[in-house]
């Protein structure tokens, strides 16, 4: 889209002035990271307009991988947005950009895989959620975002997992601070967790908070994951297996680090 002659001559007339633009969808979620895994914090009305701090890259929808960070602090995406161009409007966001996440080692990534299970069509998950492939979270009944095609391969289940551990390792990487000294086990069993729970609600717990304080890691996982285990109100046995095994895998001696890194 082009932008209007209205909207070039009011930014010639008045730069100074931050741009608004309008929301289109109805009831637009805006979220605390660029992902439709990250916790809701606001919602927008149609029409709404929004002051742009910056833009990032994040879950694709729709086509569009863009994700813009309101001056409510919040991401919201730029589907969602109206601001008369394809592309980005405003300065790439950098507070999750400078540090590179660990990649997460082979027992992480068969732990997600033996609890997530594998399917190859949609179907909807213990808490409500459409879900395809290794455990991934869709942004709708359909999960029209999945780049591969659906029915599912394995190999294609496989590669979507690995998407999506990126991005959960990119999460934990982020929101520890130098205080947390972690080791790949430990890493892997709050990857693993991050991308059964969420982004956002991790982001948000005692678990982190905790860590950031500088306790001791396995204490704290030992104490915090078993609290983890409910879906819809109810303990699932599950998930009790589950944080039981990030356990398990946290308190695996191992001499490699993950955290912190240099940014």
Known sequence: ????????????????????????????????????????????????????????????????????????????????????????????????STCVAPKSNQATVDLIAEFEGFVDHVYTDATGHPTVGYGHLCSDSKCSGVKYPIPLSKANGKALLADDMKKFEKCITSMLKSKAVINLNQYGALVSWSFNMGCGAAQDSTLVKRLNNGENVNTVLSEELPKWVHGNGAVLPGLVRRRNAEIALAKKATSDKALPVKC
């Open 1 to 96: 889209m082009k932008l209007t002659t209205l909207t070039v001559l009011a930014s010639a007339v008045a730069p100074a002035l931050a741009a608004t633009y309008p929301i289109t969808g109805d009831s637009v979620n805006c979220r605390s990271g660029p992902s439709t895994n990250y916790a809701v914090k606001k919602t927008y009305d149609k029409g709404h307009g929004v002051t742009i701090t910056c833009q990032t890259s994040g879950t694709t929808v729709n086509g569009n991988s863009i994700w813009d960070k309101t001056s409510d602090g919040c991401y919201v995406s730029d589907y969602y947005v109206k601001t008369g161009v394809d592309g980005y409007v405003t300065g790439k966001c950098g507070s999750t």
